[in-house]
């Protein structure tokens, strides 16, 4: 009780500890499960800052793009064409509404015709193409958008750029801009997803297709007569609504023969603008003549050029009496560069003693510079002067010119006086570096040449630094930039600031092979305030000395060629480099070797290599010779290489078999699938084209091969006896293409196996042969047929007698099988002899059958049935049991003497006695058989010679009589052991019935299996056609050919059983079925009563 609860407690323990286990492994997958979920979330909160912040860059760097204002065209951004659809992605996520905002710019010449292509939408921003709708908004009439692709195109109204709203009041050099909005739609998610919209501009490049015109055909234009020589009078301006360069060119002034001497043009120049002014040049007299009429014509700067004409009408008028009188006769004044426009430099006045209009003054600028009228202009009321342009003093450091006053009468008075004003400097300019060449060294568009091969020091260039502005801020440091074999040296000793000069030469060796050109960056500062500094560069191209050998990289040029080439087909090229350069890098290729130049040919001047003859690869696979390059410098240097030309394989080649046909020998009852035997097969092509795979013809299933080895199987069990020879084809056929193919006969023979036992043609086992004791010696007793349907050894066979010869009766010729008497017989050799011949082949294991032969010995054979039944018992007795004659006639012999003894005594009526009782034994022999279940007397197999003893002796029953050879010595001593033949009479008008016992012994023969089993001809019944020896009997006369034993190479019969089973069956049956084998052609003791081939 106490060892239950200790284990109870133990138990109890174990799952407390188990539970706690479970419950820690519990924690910890919660615990792990816990982590995992953390630092998923974690991962997604870094992948949402991610995203945030990839979407706040592509922000940045959309409104980057947008703010600039040269935004170039979509289609021209490597940028955009790679991250445009990224970025539309980002922008649809980012702009509400539906809206988007894009800065897409096109650029279109004005005045194209309709349906020209101005951009696409989807190819140049990455939009979609499919599922879309794209809808102008903005732009028309002048555009209109294909809905599907997004393609803006021109339309029926011309893009006029004079004629645009917002392009009609654009100074010279603004550009005119057409302003367009498309709006996208997804068809596929539908109206209620929303639009997209997307904005651009299009550049309006102007073309010359307006003329400049004046502003009236007839000008009009009032001039006082006595005029003075070189006045001049301001012509009305033409007007050209084109811009930049094709505006408004040149005038030019025609004058008739009358007024060629008085007038002429000048263009002044006014912020850009060309204006006409007329030139006096002689004496007006209104007198003489008061009008003249000139042709002004106007040109623009197009191409081709646009151009108009005007009449300006000269009219000379009447003047008044007074000039106007200026307070001084010289103005001077000073006036600081890059003074801002407006700003006043100085007023000049002046009087008219005239009163009204005539006294009333206007000052203008009279014959003065375009460099004057473009920085200066003049107050017409006041005088005062004022900064127009930017004043640069490095280009005007002073300014000289006059001033006009002219009075308002009607034939107007004027005077001038000189103004000077002188520009002061600031430092806004920046030093000017100028390089030029040096003695030999020339240089051509800023690019110096010199050669490799120059000594260190050499000159380069001459540098002159200057600076226009004055003192301090023209004073000027120079140095070279950058990391480069140049410095510069001062070229003189003259203490200049404003202008130094230096050289420009070499710090090391140039080598042209590692550095072909050099750009030399020259930096000059000046010491204003604050500093200005400037950049110049020099190009310096080193020129080549031939000092490198051609080069062949790599110098192993390999090569593959097909093979079944035509003659002049290119092989390869063959380039070597050479650093030089020029004539020194010309080169000249040649093959070395002379034998290959029998096969191939070099171009000299671009080294293709081309074959000369026709290549095979089976021949030779490789070929290799070198090659030489030479340039042509002086001297000449040459490199060299070696050449390699692989063959490359055609499918020129069939599949050829080692032999012109195949056999092969195979032994019978080889299982399936082992090899037969084994092709070879080759092709002198290679890879795929050497690739051969096989095929049996016809496929008839019965073999096939394995591609790889070549090697036969087959797929039956072969049997020689059925079929001894296969012939089929074996086709080869190769992987090129096309394939190639060849055939090969191959014959299979079958080899014989010993796989057939003999067997008996002749005699029957049930038949006999009848001799009488005084045949003669060497008399033919019987002849064993026997047939094997093998062939060779394995069908040669001998015949020897096992058993039934104990006394060397008989003898057998081993080859014929024919049967001898080879001693006489003798009184004791009466009655049935049954041999046991056996009939074996000399295979290897050998085979065998088993026959037996029956020769009955007597005086006579008038009992024909009781011979038949000592034959049919002999067929059940055991093979290792002699039948050979009398077994009894020695004691036969003996008991005659006692009987003949006591036949003195007993007399006669011991005779009659005898003669009785023998008389009563005869006829129990012929009507009752013998007993069931009774031993037969082994005097059954011997006639009988009298009653010699008034006894028989009694043998026990159920006692079996004793083998007279032990089973190892031949197992077929044991055939019908045991067995016992049952004659029962039921009355005297039965025939009499054969009966086997029911139980056979263990080890009995079951002939009728072993011929289903074994026999190669059917079992057939005989009718009873045998002949009868009396009404009541029936007679075996014979059982077939094949009623043989059959054995295998030891001493065993083969078969289901050792031997067959051999029975009669009466009607009605009186015993249980028993299994008792078949026999074929067996004769029939009744009508009831016949052999069978059932089993039952």
């Known amino acids: 009780m106490v060892l239950v609860l200790v284990l109870v407690l133990v138990l109890v323990l174990v799952l407390a500890l188990v539970l706690a286990m479970v419950l820690v492994l519990v924690l910890a997958l919660v615990l792990v499960l816990v982590l995992v979920l953390v630092l998923a979330l974690v991962l997604v909160l870094v992948l949402f800052l991610v995203l945030v912040l990839v979407l706040f860059l592509a922000l940045v760097l959309v409104l980057v793009l947008a703010s600039t204002p040269d935004t170039v065209l979509v289609t021209r951004s490597p940028f955009l064409r790679v991250a445009g659809p990224l970025l539309v992605l980002l922008l649809v996520l980012l702009v509400p509404c539906g809206a988007m905002t894009s800065d897409i710019l096109y650029r279109l010449p004005e005045e194209q015709p309709p349906n020209t292509l101005i951009g696409s939408l989807a190819a140049d921003r990455g939009l979609p193409d499919t599922g879309h709708l794209y809808k102008l908004e903005v732009g028309s009439p002048f555009l209109r958008v294909d809905g599907k692709t997004g393609d803006i195109y021109t339309t029926e109204v011309p893009v006029d750029r004079e004629t645009l709203r917002d392009c009609r009041n654009l100074m010279d050099g603004d550009k005119c801009f057409l302003e367009f909005e498309v709006s996208i739609t997804d068809m596929a998610n539908g109206i209620g997803s929303g639009p997209r919209l997307i904005e651009g501009r299009i550049e309006v490049l102007d073309i010359n297709d307006n003329t400049p015109q004046f502003s009236s055909p007839i000008l009009t234009l009032s001039i006082p007569e006595n005029t003075h020589i070189g006045a001049l009078f301001s012509i009305p301006m033409a007007t050209d609504r084109d811009s930049g360069s094709n505006g408004v060119a040149e005038y030019t002034l025609s004058t008739g023969p009358d007024a060629d001497q008085l007038f002429g043009l000048q263009v002044a120049v006014d912020s850009d603008e060309k204006l006409p002014q007329l030139v006096v040049m002689g004496n007006l007299d209104r007198e003489k003549k008061d009008s003249y009429d000139l042709n002004i014509r106007v040109v623009d700067g197009g191409r081709p050029a646009r151009a108009s004409s005007a ?54 600028l009279h014959q003065v510079s375009e460099t004057v009228q473009r920085l200066l202009r003049i107050d017409r009321s006041t005088g005062i ?146 500093a200005l500094s400037s950049t110049n560069a020099l190009k310096v191209q080193v020129t080549d000395m031939n000092d490198n050998t051609p080069n062949f990289s790599p110098a192993l040029l390999e090569v593959d060629f097909a093979e079944g080439n035509q003659a002049g087909d290119k092989v390869l090229d063959i380039v070597a480099t050479d650093a030089d350069s020029g004539t020194n890098a010309e080169l000249a290729y040649s093959i070395i070797e002379l034998s290959a130049t029998k096969l191939f040919e070099i171009d000299v001047n671009t080294g293709e290599v081309r074959v000369k003859n026709l290549l095979d690869r089976e021949e030779t696979e490789r070929y290799e ?136 043609t002749r005699p029957a086992n049930s038949s006999y042969t009848y001799m009488s004791p005084g045949t003669a010696l060497d008399t033919q007793v019987e002849v064993v047929e026997a047939e094997d349907i093998d062939s060779g050894p394995n069908a040669e066979l001998v015949y020897t007698i096992e058993g039934g010869n104990p006394y060397d009766l008989f003898h057998i010729s081993p080859s014929s099988g024919e049967i001898t008497l080879a001693q006489e017989f003798t ?28 020769v009955f010995v007597n005086d006579t054979k008038s009992n024909v049935s009781l011979i038949e039944v000592l034959v049919g018992h002999s067929l059940y007795t055991p093979l ?73 002796k009694k043998i026990k029953k159920g006692k079996a009589p004793k083998p007279t050879k032990p089973p190892e010595e031949d197992e077929e001593a044991g055939l019908q052991k045991g067995l016992k033949f049952n004659l029962i009479n039921d009355n005297v008008n039965d025939s009499p019935r054969i009966h086997l016992p029911l139980n056979y012994p263990q080890g009995s023969p079951d002939l009728g299996r072993h011929y289903r089993s074994n026999s190669p001809l059917p079992s057939i019944q005989l009718q009873p056609q045998s002949p009868s020896a009396s009404k009541k009997h029936q007679v075996v006369q014979d059982l077939p050919a094949t009623n043989t034993f059959v054995g295998t190479g030891d001493n065993n019969s083969t078969g289901s059983d050792q031997y067959s089973d051999y029975s009669y069956k009466a009607n009605p049956p009186k015993y249980s079925s028993k299994q008792v084998g078949d026999y074929a052609n067996t004769a029939v003791y009744h009508r009831d009563i016949r052999w069978t081939d059932q089993v039952w």
């Open 311 to 364: 009449l300006l009408r000269v009219t000379v008028t009447d003047q008044n009496d007074n000039a106007p009188k200026f307070e001084r006769s010289h103005y001077e004044a000073e006036l600081q560069e890059n003074s801002p426009p407006g700003h006043s430099v100085l007023q000049v006045r002046a009087n008219d003693a005239d009163t009204g209009t005539n006294g009333d003054i206007d000052y203008l």
């Open 385 to 530: 002067i004022y900064v127009k342009g930017l004043v640069d003093r490095e280009e005007e450091s002073f300014l000289k010119f006059f001033v006009a006053a002219k009075d308002r009468g009607p034939n107007s008075k004027s005077s001038k006086v000189l103004v000077t004003i002188d520009v002061r400097d600031q430092n806004d300019n920046a030093p000017a570096i100028e390089i030029r060449g040096i003695g030999l060294v020339t240089h051509h568009d800023g690019v110096a040449n010199i050669s490799e091969d120059m000594p260190i020091g050499t000159p380069v260039a001459l540098v002159q630094v200057s600076d226009r502005d004055e003192g301090e801020n023209a004073v000027v440091t120079c140095v070279v930039a950058g990391d480069v074999p140049f410095q510069l040296r001062p070229a003189s000793e003259s203490a200049n600031d404003r202008k130094r000069k230096y050289f420009l030469q070499t710090t090391t060796l140039l080598d042209y092979e590692r550095v072909k050109y050099y750009r030399i960056e020259i930096v000059a500062v000046d010491s204003g305030n604050p």
């Open 625 to 760: 010779f070198r090659v030489a390059a030479a340039d042509k410098g002086v001297p000449s240097k040459t490199g060299t290489a070696t050449v390699a030309v692989n063959v490359l394989d055609r499918n020129d080649n069939d599949p050829k078999f080692m032999l012109n046909g195949y056999s092969f020998s195979v032994i019978e009852n080889m299982p399936p699938l082992n090899p037969v035997g084994i092709v070879t097969v080759t092709d002198n092509d290679q890879g795929e084209n050497a690739r051969v795979r096989l095929f049996v013809e016809p496929d008839n299933g019965k073999f096939l091969i394995q591609n790889g080895t070549g090697t036969i199987l087959s797929s039956i069990s072969f049997d020689r006896e059925k079929e001894s020879t296969y012939t089929f084809r074996l086709k080869a056929i190769d992987a090129g293409d096309p394939p190639r193919s060849s055939y090969v006969g191959v014959t299979i023979n079958v080899l014989d196996e010993n796989d057939n036992a003999p067997y008996v």
């Open 827 to 854: 009184g004791k050799h009466n009655g049935l002899h049954r041999l046991v011949v056996r009939v074996r082949d000399r295979g290897k294991p050998p085979r065998h059958t088993t026959a037996l032969v029956h």
């Open 880 to 952: 290792d049991r002699d039948i050979a004659g009398d077994p009894n006639y020695a004691l036969a012999q003996r008991s005659n003497i006692l009987y003949g003894s006591l036949a003195g005594i007993a007399g006669v009526i011991l005779v009659i006695v005898a003669v009785v009782v023998i008389r009563h034994r005869l006829q129990k022999d012929t009507k009752s058989g013998y007993q069931a279940g009774k031993k037969e007397s082994k005097d059954l197999y011997a006639p009988k010679q009298g009653p010699k003893n008034g006894k028989g």
